[in-house]
């Protein structure tokens, strides 16, 4: 007989708990699911969060630029496809499957919801945005939870996304609550090198912003109860910082379908240059022996010269990923790639014939099916991975694949001079909010949702405050045993209301607001649409 996942799965939030024992499940009058998880799904799909999805970034805002990109609605669905696959390979192997039973269960409907909801919190302008409220989060408003996607999304799920029938959040299932929970730790609470010697991916601090905590988190203070609830059915089979099973495929997913559609995009629209990626891979090809004798800041000073990037990123594998890295594997990763993304696609430009759709269909089908074919289940994984990796050799060709990206997508000036004027716009925009809340004369004419956002902050900050009042401190005045004051508390709150506004805007909405608030626009805003 085949062990039996942990009890609780099917549990929601607030109402009786159904254990994975229990055959019947009672759907709610507004679910035409009667399987729970499906239901859960169709919840996420339904949600106007989701929905939202179309008009926030990926990679570039295509607000303006006539470019037609994917947004996160296209990858969030492409990540629901592939996670499905990844279940669907593992469920149809004897052995992966008793494995992944015993961590807990994988079910295909929760990874296919976990997929499409993973990125329900991502604000406008993508990553970039991300930073920028994150910024404005710790330093204006004094959350030391500041602002990050994973736990917005999750925060969206449990507690500020509205549905049918009374209560906060989706009242999502605990297994595709757990399924979202990439980095199942708080910003302040995250593993460390006293319990951990090699930390989880994520959870060290941030490079540029030193003593603010873990990197990345899925949950934050205001969520601990809920992130600990859901998490309790998996506990005999998960220590506190891995990822469930499903979770595991998710953000497998997450990498496969990142690594692949964005170059595809970018190859459509003739951003990305056959010349400038042929010359890097095949640079450093024919020089590896004599690049691995350079030192690290030797590598660093000739960064812009072909080959030099892609010696550093080997070297940060082996640094950050021993457990895998290996030389043989990266060579025949940029071999690889070189065959079929430069040598295959790149080659020839996208001109929107049938030959060139034809090439994109042939390169986005083959990698995927070689990538999910490449994943299989570890019972005792490295700190470093989830319990579903993938093999060797596919882990480096999917960091060959990002590596491609980030040098000739993301690192281009153009994007950047994109990207500091979003920056300016998100803080202007925070600015003038924060500044209407404050203005009491003005408190009845707040939109309708900033100002529930506000209450609605105000009330769970202060359950925490009476709770744990050291856990809205940064670690230095921890010590103090003093509580956050009145007006401190007040502040968090239109901090965390402001930032939940903003981050519930797609790109277009986002600059129309601020449009508005600058006066340089007769036409009247509407808060109809923002969630």
């Known amino acids: 007989m085949e062990p039996q996942p942990p009890s609780g799965r099917t549990a929601r939030r607030g109402h009786l708990v159904h254990t994975a024992a229990e055959p019947a499940h009672v759907p709610q009058p507004y679910d035409l699911a009667t399987s729970p998880f499906r239901a859960d799904r169709d919840r996420i799909s339904g949600s106007a969060f989701f929905a939202r999805l179309g008009g926030v970034t990926q990679v570039v805002s295509p607000s303006g630029s006539g470019l037609l990109l994917h947004n996160r609605l296209t990858h969030s669905l492409k990540v629901a496809q592939v ?26 409907d929760v990874v296919e919801g976990a997929g499409l909801a993973h990125d329900l919190g991502h604000p406008p302008f993508g990553h970039l945005g991300e930073r920028v409220l994150d910024r404005l989060a710790r330093q204006r408003f004094g959350l030391v939870d ?9 925060r969206i799920v449990s507690s500020i996304d509205v549905r049918g029938g009374g209560g906060d959040g989706l009242d999502l299932t605990a297994a595709v609550r757990a399924a979202l929970l990439k980095y199942p730790w708080t910003r302040l609470a995250a593993p460390d090198s006293r319990s951990l010697p090699v930390l989880p991916r994520g959870a060290s601090e941030p490079e540029d912003a030193p003593g603010t905590g873990a990197a990345k988190f899925s949950a934050y ?25 499903e979770a595991s495929v998710m953000d497998t997913a997450d990498d496969i379908a ?8 970018f190859h459509r629209v003739g951003i990305l240059q056959h010349a400038t990626v042929s010359t890097e891979l095949t640079e450093w090809l024919g020089r590896a022996a004599e690049l691995a004798r350079f030192d690290d800041a030797e590598l660093r000073r000739r960064a812009e010269a072909p080959g030099y990037s892609l010696e550093s990123l080997r070297r940060r594998l082996h640094l950050k990923d021993a457990w895998i890295a290996a030389d043989d594997a990266f060579v025949g990763a940029v071999k690889k ?3 079929d993304l430069v040598t295959k696609l790149l080659e020839q430009p996208f001109d929107r014939s049938k030959q060139a759709e034809r090439a994109v269909a042939a390169f986005s089908g083959t990698w995927t099916r070689r990538l999910v074919r490449g994943v299989r289940v570890e019972l005792d994984p490295t700190t470093r991975s989830g319990h579903v990796v993938l093999d060797r050799e596919q882990w480096h060709e999917v960091q060959i694949l990002k590596f491609v990206h980030r040098r000739f997508v993301l690192q281009r000036p153009d994007l950047a001079l994109h990207q500091r004027g979003q920056d300016r716009l998100l803080s202007k925009l925070v600015q003038a909010l924060d500044e209407w809340l404050i203005d009491r004369s003005e408190s009845a004419r707040l939109p309708h949702r900033l100002r529930d956002l506000f209450e609605h902050a105000a009330v769970e900050l202060d359950a925490v405050r009476r709770d744990d009042p050291a856990s809205l401190l940064p670690h230095a005045e921890r010590s103090s045993a003093r509580a956050p004051d009145g007006e401190q508390l007040e502040r968090m709150a239109r901090g965390r209301a402001v930032i939940d506004f903003v981050a519930s805007l797609t790109d277009e909405q986002a600059a129309a607001l601020l449009e508005s608030l600058s006066g340089r626009t007769t036409q009247l805003w509407s808060d109809t649409f923002v969630l």
């Open 258 to 265: 990142y690594a692949i559609h964005d170059l595809e995009d």
């Open 337 to 339: 790639v070189q065959s």
């Open 221 to 245: 203070i205001t969520e601990l109860d809920d992130m600990r609830d859901c998490r309790a059915p998996f506990a005999a089979a998960l220590a506190g910082w891995q990822q469930t099973v």
């Open 83 to 108: 996670a499905r696959a990844v279940g669907e390979s593992l469920l149809g192997d004897p052995g992966s499957r008793v494995a992944v039973t015993r961590l807990g269960g994988c079910d295909l």
């Open 146 to 154: 500041g602002f990050e996607g994973n736990a917005q999304t999750f």
